[in-house]
C-alpha cells in the first residue's frame, strides 16, 4: 500500500489525489466489477465510521498514563539506564 500523506506537511506533498488514492480504487474497482454496490460500500464506511468512533470514546475515557513510566518498555532490558 502507497503512503497516503508525507513524513511532512511542510512539502506541500501530502494530498493525494482519488486516482492515486489505494482505498479509492479498490472501492471503484469492487464497484466496477459489481463485487459491492456503492451502497454496500457506504455502509461499510458508516459502520466502521462509527466503531471507530467508539474505540475512540473509550480510549478518551480512559485514565492519562503516569508521566512517569514514559521510558518504561522503551528499550528492551535497559530500563534505567539513561534515567
Do not use: W
Amino acid at each position: 500500500m502507497s503512503r497516503l500523506y508525507g513524513h511532512s506537511s511542510a512539502t506541500g506533498a501530502n494530498f493525494v489525489t482519488n486516482e492515486e488514492d489505494p482505498l479509492q480504487t479498490f472501492e471503484d474497482k469492487l464497484e466496477n466489477t459489481g463485487l459491492m454496490s456503492r451502497a454496500a460500500i457506504e455502509q461499510l464506511h458508516e459502520k466502521y465510521d462509527k466503531q471507530m468512533f467508539e474505540f475512540y470514546k473509550q480510549v478518551k475515557a480512559e485514565p492519562m498514563p503516569d508521566p512517569t513510566t514514559i521510558y518504561d518498555y522503551t528499550y528492551c532490558g535497559q530500563k534505567g539506564r539513561y534515567f
